[in-house]
């Protein structure tokens, strides 16, 4: 497993859907995950310290996990299928460690608000992480000098792609 931090929630400009961006805490590579707004925006709102008048979803967790005595221990991205992402919660409860199916999404909200460390299986993100170019990142990006992606790195993307309904776009 290998550790990540949350490193930004995105707009994907294909769909109206929200990226969330881990990046690997101890190496370059970054993984993304297609979430949805409600979820996009659970994160937002505690990574910007926002305050909200009452508990989301994801604090509600928090709390009932709290009140009932656990305690969020981490969040493991176990699989990836046909471009679904599969997680779990490790929650420590009177001395037993249980581990919970979630969403990543859900997952990652309840995260960042109790500070659990988020953990990617080496397999997924062998398949869906990336490594941007040094230029990319210094913002000097020269698209004549770029190499092609190879196919196995953009598989993931293809598929989500393949799945839009083009129908879709420009309605309101």
């Known amino acids: 497993m290998v550790e990540m931090t949350v490193d930004s929630v995105r707009v994907n400009l294909i769909s109206p859907s929200r990226v969330v961006v881990l990046k690997e805490q101890q ?72 581990e919970v199916d979630s969403r990543p999404s859900d997952a990652i909200a309840l995260a960042v608000r109790v500070e659990a460390p988020i953990f990617v299986d080496e397999k997924v993100l062998d398949e869906a992480g990336f490594e941007p170019d040094q230029e990319e990142v210094d913002g000097e990006d020269d698209e004549s000098e770029r190499e092609p992606i190879p196919d196995e790195k953009l598989k993931v993307f293809k598929e989500f792609i393949d799945q839009l309904d083009l129908d879709d776009f420009g309605r309101s």
Do not use: F, W
Request: glycine share 6%.
């Open 27 to 98: 190496g370059p590579r970054y993984m993304a995950i297609v979430i949805g707004a409600a979820e996009a925006d659970a994160i937002a709102v505690k990574l910007q310290d926002r305050p909200v008048p009452r508990p989301l979803t994801h604090d509600l967790l928090r709390n009932v996990i709290e009140t009932c005595g656990g305690a969020v221990q981490q969040i493991l991205v176990t699989r990836l299928v046909e471009s679904t992402y599969y997680a779990s919660i490790v929650v420590e409860l009177n001395g037993r460690q249980i």
